[in-house]
Structures are given as C-alpha cells and as structure tokens.
C-alpha cells in the first residue's frame, strides 16, 4: 500500500544515525511535498559527498585535487604539535574553540571493545614514520580522545608507541564542566578536578 | 576549512525535520565513511521520490502509471466511508489498526492558524463533487484529524460543507488512552472519556 519508492526511502535513509524508520518515514512524505527542485539539490549534495577523500596526512576530508587538506596546507599553522582525534567532529569542535593552532590526525571512530582496527593501527604507523622521516621529534603530541575507558585504554598505548618521538605527551584536562556545580558532580570527575587542581 | 562539499550537504538537509545543523554535520561524515555504492543508493533512493504523484481521487501518493492509488483501486473496500486525514503518515497509522475498510481522503498539513489553504478548500470541493457525481451521498465520512483546538475548528468547518453528502459524520473518539491512568490524566482528556462514557 505504500508506493515502492517510499518503501525504499525508507529502508534505505533509516539506516542512517539519526534516523530511526519513524522518522524516516516521516522524512519520505515530507519530501514528496517540496518542490522536485529542492529534491534534485538535496540529491546533489549527496552525490557530491562521493567526490572527497582523505588527506594523506592526517586524514581529514578534502575535495580532489590537492594530496593534503587545507589544514596541512596551512602555512600559519605549527606542524610540530598534533593532536590525535577519533572523528572528524571532534577536530571541527576543537576548531571552534578558535586557539589551537596545530594540526591534527584523525585516528578513526574507536570500537566498543577498545582494541584498535587493522586500519587504525596503519594510520598511527603513518604518523609514526611522517614523524621519524619528517622532524624525528615533534614538540607535542596531544591526544584528544574521549574521556572514556576506551578513550584511556587508547590513550594509554598511543602513549607507549610515541613515547621517543614526541617531547611531549598530552591529553586534554578533565575537571569539572564550566557552570557545572560540585555537588552534581560524579565522583570520578570530581576526583580527576581535584587531582589536577590548577 | 570544512570541505565545501560537506557544507553544502549540511546546508542542504539541516532544513529537514528531524535534521538540525548538529546531525546533519553528524550525518555528513558518517556518510563520507560508507561505501560509495551505498551513498548512490541513498542518492537513487532520494531521485525515486521525485517520481511519484498524488491520486486524482485521494490525494494520497502514488506510483506515475494508473491515476488513482493502491488503496482507492482496491474493489474490497468500501469507496462510500471516507476517512478524511491530514497527512500520509495520519492514514498509515490508521491502516495499521488493520479493520478500517473504506477509502481515504488526505486533507494536507493544517496550518497552525488554523484558516484553511486554498489548495486545501480546492480537495475539499473536489471530494465534495466526487461524491455528488458519484454517489450523491456516502454512508459515512469519518474526519480522522487530530483533536487538537486546530483539527476541532477544521472538524467543525468540514462537517456543515457535508452535512448534505453523508449519512453520518464522525470523528475519532478522545478518552483515555489504552495503559494510562485516570490519575495522571489532563482534564480535558478526563472529560472527554466520561461524557462520552462506554
């Protein structure tokens, strides 16, 4: 009863975070109410996803074309301070933050059970061999990754693997959040807050 | 420094509901790290949409080829009930209680003034002369819309303009939903359920 190209809307978009089928579905009529212009420009910028890769650096997204991301290009920027990130949101939301004048490398989505992919373990030799072939030693590894067990499993081993070639090794601070109040604050968080007291 | 791809994806489906800038960033990289083959699939699935029309009797959507839909060319069920819906997904909610036989008449999304388009006026005065032409009066026309204050008014509207052209005029009954409690009830709700007690 449901016309085909609904059904497969569906099946196809609830796959998506985000989108459980209820919203799918409800994203499907919604769709068929615009215009068939706003559909093909909605059609494009998918279409248009297909056309980025990697960054053979630090692997970011960039458009075809150029080899390095307009981050690694970037001449302002210290290539002797990295910071190791899970996902690309992660680096955008460091960005926002607006000081962090580094470069970073994108480690990849962390498993569940906290060991790392075959193709995580690639990117980290490939930083590892851009470090010793490039600098040898750079000023600072910073390792941005959730505060979580599986964040500090991860963090825990990249610190062993890059102990000899990085000066330093950093991991962002955890305390409690800015307008956050002591009394609402879980244990762990408080403790690491006055472990690390400034 | 977000590829301008990305940005124009996020641009494109933050305006969709369910969307906001947050997910659809989300989104954005999620779908860079599928396979190729899987985000055409997305792309062709979205292009099918554009593919369907709105039965010339219902206004339901369907598939180009016959002019009327699934539901409205099924000989098993009574064309002389009619239920009115504001949208597709109001009647797929109704199909799947599985015991309503009779057709359907999609009204189109009330807006929140709740003075009728003229798009809406203009299905409202074709249903109106489908059932003068056709049958002259139908048995029943159940107006399936929200109970809300804007679905009372269009309810109230809708009922003069047929009083001639069915039988009965119903809508759907308000009381206390399957599972709740009479405690936690909203009075308007408690109200409903014991004037038009059972």
Redesign the interface.
């Known amino acids: 009863?449901?016309?085909?190209?609904?059904k497969?809307?569906i099946?196809?978009?609830s796959q998506?975070?985000?989108?459980g089928p209820r919203?799918a579905?409800?994203?499907?009529?919604?769709?068929?109410?615009l215009p068939?212009a706003t559909?093909?420009?909605?059609?494009k910028?998918?279409?248009?996803?297909?056309?980025?890769d990697r960054c053979e650096r630090c692997f970011f997204?960039?458009?075809g074309g150029s080899k390095i991301?307009?981050?690694c290009a970037d001449a302002k920027r210290d290539p002797l301070i990295i910071a190791i990130v899970e996902?690309?949101?992660d680096l955008?939301s460091l960005?926002k933050i607006g000081s962090y004048r580094g470069h970073y490398f994108i480690l990849g989505?962390l498993a569940e059970k906290g060991v790392l992919e075959t193709a995580q373990k690639l990117r980290l030799e490939h930083l590892k061999s851009r470090i010793k072939s490039e600098d040898g030693r750079i000023t600072e590894l910073i390792i941005a990754l959730n505060p979580t067990a599986i964040g500090d499993f991860t963090a825990d081993l990249i610190k062993r693997e890059f102990r000899d070639l990085a000066a330093k090794i950093t991991r962002l601070s955890r305390g409690l959040p800015t307008g956050g109040e002591i009394e609402f604050a879980d244990e762990s968080t408080l403790g690491s807050s006055f472990e690390h007291r400034l």
Chains 1, 2 share one sequence.
């Open positions: 009863m449901i016309p085909k190209p609904i497969k809307f099946e196809a978009f998506l975070p985000a989108l919203q579905t409800r994203l499907a009529f919604y769709l068929t109410a068939k559909l093909s420009e909605l059609e910028s998918l279409r248009e996803l297909k056309e980025l997204l960039k458009q991301c307009e981050i996902k690309e949101t955008l960005e989505k």
